[in-house]
């Protein structure tokens, strides 16, 4: 099983009776203990993770991720690069491959023009 940590926006009353023994969370869903009725949803921070926080507290840990990020980047230009030289040498094969068929061709019809014609053909 994958577990996955999320930082929820509490409001402050909400807070207290957690804190206290009169809510209780269960998932995104605040309710009251002897009721079971719901008194609030949670909801998720805008897309702060863990990893986003510790960079907050711990100098240096965005550096670490941008340079992870640039060597990620310089591999997928570094794969793109060679996949461009490959359709290149592909497509300079194609180009010779109809050069070729072409000059064949022209050379076919150079020699067919120098039969006699035959008026039915």
């Known amino acids: 099983m994958v577990s996955e940590q999320v930082i ?6 909400i807070l207290k009776g957690l804190q206290n023994g009169t809510y209780e969370r269960v998932g995104g869903v605040v309710r009251e203990v002897a009721s079971k009725r719901v008194v609030a949803w949670l909801r998720e921070t805008g897309g702060l993770t863990l990893a986003n926080s510790i960079g907050n507290w711990i100098p240096g840990v965005d550096i670490i991720n941008g340079i992870l990020a640039n060597i990620q980047l310089r ?9 461009g030289n490959k359709l290149n040498t592909v497509l300079g094969l194609t ?16 020699a067919d023009a120098q039969k006699p014609k035959l008026p039915w053909l």
Request: proline share 3%; hydrophobic share 55%; charged share 15%.
């Open 75 to 83: 591999q997928i230009n570094l794969r793109l690069i060679d996949i």
């Open 8 to 13: 929820l926006e509490i409001p402050e009353a």
């Open 95 to 110: 180009q010779f491959n109809i050069r070729g068929v072409a000059a064949v061709g022209y050379a076919l019809g150079a």
